[in-house]
């Protein structure tokens, strides 16, 4: 039992942490800025997911890939790939649908925290 | 004086390097923490939250976005971002961040036209490059769906 | 007096009799520890915006330096100042305040530079007094060139922590009771790219201009390099003054042990500030904190201040456009 959570947490720090070197690889070599990392990544995730090898990744890596922005990527082509069996309409709006719940947060937890507080100058 | 490209060349020479070593090991380390929270998070909604695999997820993501925000507004996503780099602008809660952070910087502007107009101001093309993808994806399902 | 294509010096005495500073707290506890009047206890010092809280910070140098001079505000003909923020916002705020004519300028960090040329022409033409102040504060000038402050990214191992502070000295022809330094020259810049792209890279975009006005000031006052005890540039940071002095050694101006630069003289070895200060506050607060008390203490007599400028926005980098760079140089004596 404890094995296997060790083991299952160990692969979710080792992939996690592989993404983001990658991510700081990236940086260091080509100077992105984050919102370029981000794009990246995200656009990633669409395609492995588009291409059908997210999920075998996902079965080992588990939250190390979802966590990452690729995981948001992935929610958004499987919600479109869903909605296509549907009609044409679904596969314009399931990917959106998928991830409503992300972005809703990112969006009413933005305003709020906005509201409550200031930037700072930061000190040296 | 000096040409463009033998100046260059001195440039180059001349700048300081990235430390390698340590801005990889810094990013490994802390996205592969945020990354273990967020399975925390997934197997704990997995015992006790009485929804489906998928709602499970969202709600983990949606739980990563809120402590990205709250970090930030307490001023401390920059500071890990100061020393992690990719290692928290790469997890969901960087994401959250590059919303919050606009928002808060323009609160100054007011409320409307600081914070709500400036919100996506770095993650807009996030948004724009998802959305866009991901319809363009559903669309060749689609045609391949009807073709076969 | 017309010295070459770019070098004047004034015919009438121009003497600096006052200077009054202020700065935040990370650069009152860098190098300059002691020598700064007065000091921020945060980043918002009490304002609702940061743009506020650098217009603040004028109107208390400002003021000082008016106290100072024991000088009231229409005994002084004219103001001269700019700072890094759109439309030099917090300088013209700043001046409403004040019942002294205003003139705003703008060359980025070289500004201090540009505005005690421009006081010194016009105290030859018959100006009585002028106050040159120059401000930056590091807030408004990440939200101007760079990223939310709450945004967590990495600085690029090029990059440069601007400085939050302001300077300003009271020029005057009335010759003071002390010893008092001189604006005996001064040269104007001209605009230098040498294609450098890189946002977070200002030392290198400005090294060639300030390389290329030094060597100007020199060729047309006669001097050498070793006239001066001191040639201190702006903000080029420590890779900007290597680069400097290796174009200096390249092109045969002898490479002087008296060169130094305001960015790296500010911030103490072990802070967070990249290759060294930036800002159009650098040079005005290490002349007005440092440099100008060593004149007047008489521990140097010939200082050659460069200011330098990085002449970019944020568009005219995601247009393509490489940084254009500027240096004013301004000759400073005891005499």
């Known amino acids: 039992m404890f094995l296997e959570i060790l083991s299952r947490y160990g692969r979710v720090f080792l992939c996690g942490g592989i993404v983001c070197l990658i991510g700081q690889l990236l940086i260091n070599k080509t100077k992105m800025t984050s919102a370029r990392i981000l794009v990246t990544f995200l656009l990633t995730g669409v395609v492995l997911e588009a291409v059908g090898v997210f999920e075998y990744i996902e079965e080992f890596a588990l939250a190390g890939v979802t966590i990452p922005i690729i995981g948001f990527g992935k929610s958004l082509a499987a919600g479109a790939i869903e909605g296509a069996r549907l009609g044409l309409f679904e596969a314009c709006t399931y990917g959106m649908r998928s991830v409503a719940g992300g972005l809703t947060a990112a969006i009413v937890f933005g305003f709020v925290f906005a509201l409550l507080f200031r930037s700072k100058s930061k000190t040296a | ?148 | ?335």
Not at chain 2, 14 to 39: D, H, R, W, Y
Not at chain 3, 140 to 153: D, H, I, K, N, S
């Open chain 3, 1 to 335: 007096m017309k010295l070459g294509r770019q070098t004047y010096a004034p015919e009438k005495c121009v003497y600096i009799s006052h200077v009054a500073d202020i700065a935040g707290s990370d650069e009152a506890c860098g190098n300059l520890r002691g020598y700064i009047d007065q000091v921020l206890d945060c980043g918002e010092w009490g304002c609702d915006s940061h743009e506020k809280a650098e217009t603040r910070m004028r109107e208390e140098a400002i003021r000082s330096l008016l106290e100072k001079a024991e000088l009231s505000e229409c005994d002084v003909d004219l103001m001269l100042g700019g700072d890094l923020v759109n439309q030099i916002v917090p300088s013209a705020f700043s001046a409403r305040s004040f019942d002294i004519p205003f003139s705003g300028l703008y060359c980025a960090c070289a500004t201090f530079g540009q505005a005690i040329a421009h006081a010194s022409m016009a105290i030859d033409e018959g100006i009585g007094s002028a106050i040159c102040c120059t401000s930056s504060h590091f807030a408004t000038a990440e939200r101007q060139y760079r990223f939310p402050l709450e945004l967590g990214t990495q600085p690029t191992p090029t990059s440069q922590r601007t400085v939050t502070g302001a300077g300003a000295v009271l020029l005057t022809g009335k010759a003071p009771l002390w010893r008092c330094p001189e604006v005996t020259a001064y040269t104007f810049g001209r605009v230098i790219d040498l294609g450098c792209t890189d946002a977070n890279n200002m030392g290198a975009a400005m090294a060639p201009a300030a390389f290329d006005t030094i060597s100007a000031h020199l060729r047309e006052t006669g001097r050498k390099a070793d006239y001066y005890d001191l040639i201190v540039t702006g903000d080029l940071g420590r890779l900007g003054r290597e680069l400097l002095a290796q174009l200096m050694k390249r092109e045969g101006v002898n490479e002087s042990k008296n060169l130094n630069d305001c960015g790296c003289m500010i911030f103490a070895p072990g802070q967070k500030c990249g290759l060294g200060g930036s800002g159009a506050g650098c040079s005005s607060l290490v002349y007005c904190a440092y440099l100008h008390k060593l004149l007047v203490a008489g521990q140097i007599d010939r200082l050659l201040l460069v200011p330098t400028g990085a002449l970019l926005s944020k568009d005219s980098s995601l247009q393509g456009e490489s940084i254009p760079g500027i240096a004013y140089a301004v000759a400073i004596e005891c005499r």
């Open chain 2, 1 to 148: 004086m000096i040409g463009e490209k033998e100046y260059a060349a001195l440039v180059k020479q001349a700048s300081p390097k990235t430390n390698e070593a340590k801005t990889l090991f810094a990013a490994f380390c802390v996205g592969g923490v945020i990354c273990m929270i967020g399975q925390a998070f997934s197997d704990v909604y997995a015992e006790f939250v009485p929804l489906d695999e998928k709602s499970i997820s969202a709600l983990v993501g949606m739980t990563m976005i809120f402590l990205g925000a709250l970090l930030t507004g307490l001023g401390v996503y920059d500071k890990i971002g100061y020393y992690a780099g990719a290692g928290s602008i790469v997890p969901i809660t960087g994401f959250a961040n590059s919303i919050v952070s606009p928002a808060m910087e323009f609160h100054s502007e007011g409320i409307i036209f600081g914070m709500m107009a400036r919100m996506f101001g770095v993650a807009g093309p996030i948004i724009v490059s998802g959305v866009c993808s991901s319809v363009a994806v559903g669309v060749i399902y689609y045609i391949a769906g009807a073709v076969a």
